[in-house]
């Protein structure tokens, strides 16, 4: 369930909050093999933009990615049942959209198995988003698991 909060900025339009909305929807569909893997793992271009990066923040180490290489891993896992049942999902979330660019900060909450074993955790990302010809993408992701994270997605 998702808390769900307006735009940051008033000037927004409706169309471009719904875009952002099933984008984001979109992007955490990427990695749900709950039923099958996922067929957007296979046209990420549909969510991504060509050159996008993910930074993960653990501890005092931040990794960053190029796009192919933090999917390769994951197509994998997922279709090879490293992962099973999992899915991610956006529990709370705050866009600010201006002009053809956007922040969404998203908490999440992630359930399945990893070789086996329950995963039941949460964290927080900062998607940066784009309009483009073909619609909202997203350029870059940074993210932190961790259930005692606090990032206020209100005001």
Do not use: C, Q
Request: proline share 6%; hydrophobic share 40%; aromatic share 8%.
């Amino acid at each position: 369930m998702r808390d769900a909060a307006p735009a940051l900025n008033p000037a927004a339009t409706s169309s471009d909050v719904a875009a952002i909305d099933a984008l984001v929807a979109a992007f955490y569909a990427l990695f749900d093999n709950r039923d099958a893997p996922s067929p957007l793992l296979d046209a990420p271009h549909r969510v991504f933009l060509p050159g996008a990066t993910v930074t993960r923040r653990d501890g005092d180490t931040a990794s960053t990615l190029t796009l192919d290489a933090f999917l390769a891993p994951r197509r994998a896992w997922l279709a090879d049942g490293t992962l099973t049942g999992f899915h991610e999902w956006e529990t709370a979330e705050r866009t600010h959209v201006a002009g053809g660019i956007a922040t969404r900060r998203s908490r999440y909450r992630k359930r399945g198995r990893r070789d086996g074993v329950a995963i039941d955790g949460a964290g927080v990302k900062s998607l940066h988003l784009v309009r483009t010809g073909d619609g909202w993408r997203i350029a870059a992701v940074l993210w932190e698991d961790g259930d005692d994270l606090d990032w206020p997605t209100t005001p």
